[in-house]
């Protein structure tokens, strides 16, 4: 759930920090049924619900996306806007294919980078990436696989070695329908334009490999 809190906290800063009211948002989910998807939208909703049953956000289109299909998250975010004449100030996603659905619509209508506001991204995907650093995508949250790898290969050596899953590693619980299990969540944190750096600082992707194509955006020509 702390993926869909890193979401739903950053777009509630967003949101509240824009002058008009209400916000006009579009929700961009993942699979409908998927653990994962519910788990996000619970997160998420901590924060955009307040501001809905406040007014300052109306949901004015909201679909899940079979498979998380890009393409599908594209139709889906093309139909809204056509819908709405437009005007939607928000594409809230769930990952990076979604979000860059919605990019992808915004790019198919002409739309300009930054005219609206597209978050919710998540995997870090270099593809989001430079669409962050040109200023289409607002945020992915990170989830640093190193730090998985590291944590999964010790959980799975204690097992082993008959000591079950350390203790202090556990800092939760998921429910599998028949029982509540320990587990061990990783530290998530939202990349935007500003720390696109830690990305190349953590080993995930090379400033060369962020900016192909792309060497003339600002954040590009001051780090290459």
Known sequence: MAVGQAQGKRAAELIKAMSKSPVK?????????EYGTGQYEKGQNEFLQPLIDSGKVKVVCEQYTQNWDPVLAQNFAEDCLTKN?????????????TTGGSVAALIS???????????????????ALRYI?????????LKDLKVQANEAAEVVASIV????????????????????VPAVFLPVSNITKDNLGDVVSKSVWTWAEICKGIETAD???KNL
């Open 109 to 127: 209508q002409g739309a300009k980078p930054g005219e609206k506001l597209v978050t919710g991204g998540q995997d870090a995907t270099v593809e």
């Open 219 to 221: 954040v590009c020509k």
């Open 133 to 141: 650093a040109q200023g289409w995508q607002d945020n992915s949250v």
């Open 85 to 97: 004449g437009g005007d939607v100030d928000v594409f809230l996603g769930m990952n990076d294919g």
């Open 25 to 33: 948002v579009a929700r961009v989910k993942g699979n409908q049924g």
């Open 161 to 180: 070695a008959g000591k079950g899953v350390p203790k202090d590693l556990v800092n939760g619980k998921v429910n599998n329908t028949f029982m509540d």
